[in-house]
């Protein structure tokens, strides 16, 4: 998760900067994921692993994750859900359709236009509009319960922006929606973990409001280990 | 929750045990909450609370408990789950029916026999039984999701053993059992969070066979600072 930090500096020429004088506009939609968003959404974990040089770990495949995050018993909300963020030059369609969840759209004024690197890789495969649609990160969420509040909340297990559109607030508008989804459906907390060396993630996350709880350490038992329950009653 | 640690010092006068020179059988059962046990929940989560000083944060009611847990869209095992243990002087009906899990059940032998002062209020509200049937605790837990895996697991909210249960293995068999069910599952990971100074429960936690994660830290996003994402967009 890219942290809230000032701008890089311009990669770009200035011919290209005097030739546009105005902002950048940058249309950001994020909308619910759909079982035809796999492929870029397998691609996205694997880079999120790289980050994490954690690639030996994931071992997550476009089947497996479309199985798991999109079976038919699988509803928006009560379970598995994904919200991806998309950018094009045009504005999007405002017919665009989904049944579950409306749409969030905003105009990002850029200083200088993003260059993407994997524009190929990462067309948004939903939708028609009308420029390009590229898929620049998501967010991996479902329902948690607080006894004490008696309430659901929302758990995220992912926030990802691919490298190129980072520190332009992609990663903020993500979990703002989670917790504006949160708040619209009478849920009490939403909640995630971060490293307790990523500082700036930390303070990207204070700023947003959240409180780190020092004294909580996560247990986890799987593999092995976990397989060994199976027969023990 | 309860670590393994050795029994307490016999509380019981010489004179019983010499009446009963046999192991004393608490026959217990572990077995899928129904919206009948509610009120007994709710005793058991403000107990909780109190037990960790947290009882101005439990705003949890009857009503609120069963409108968030055992709503009708509400299904075991794919939402929030609560599993009951259960403890009697008597063997379990074999003819206990629940269509969801079949219920798992053991007969420990005790040196000295449980004397639950609060008896009346934990009579189990369930079921038809030869005798009278106890609730001794409850876990609480609902699927979570690995990206890494794409594979579901369970997360455990809340494992709790009422105080004149605990040391006896109940805490054990009701993390087993959610374990276990994750195995038949196909489920990747069993995870929950403990507090960091709490050296019995992470020894306990360890020597079932749980990592726990020194890095990760919980952040927590509840209350106002929740409330106020409700029209940022």
Known sequence: MAAAAPPPPPTDTPELNMNNPEPHHLFTRIRLATSSDTPLIHKMIHQMAVFERLSDQCVATEQSLSATLFSPTNIPFQSFTVFLIEVSKLPFSP?????????????????????????????????????????????????????????????????????????????????????????????????????????????????????????????RLTGDALKGYADNG
């Open 95 to 219: 017919n665009f359709i989904s049944p579950n969840f409306k749409p969030i759209s905003k105009i990002l004024n850029l200083e200088y236009p993003v260059n993407d690197p994997e524009e190929k890789v990462f067309k948004s495969l939903v939708g028609q509009e009308n420029g390009d649609v590229y898929v620049a990160g998501f967010v991996l969420f479902f329902p948690n319960y607080s006894t004490f509040l008696a309430k659901p909340g929302f758990y995220i297990e992912d926030l990802f922006v691919r490298e190129c559109y980072r520190r332009k607030g992609l990663g903020k508008m993500l979990l703002s929606a989670v917790a504006k989804q949160a708040v619209e459906m009478g849920f009490g907390r939403v909640e995630w973990v971060v490293l307790d060396w990523n500082i700036n993630a930390i303070k990207f996350y204070e700023e947003m409001g959240a409180n780190v709880m020092k004294e909580w350490r996560v247990c």
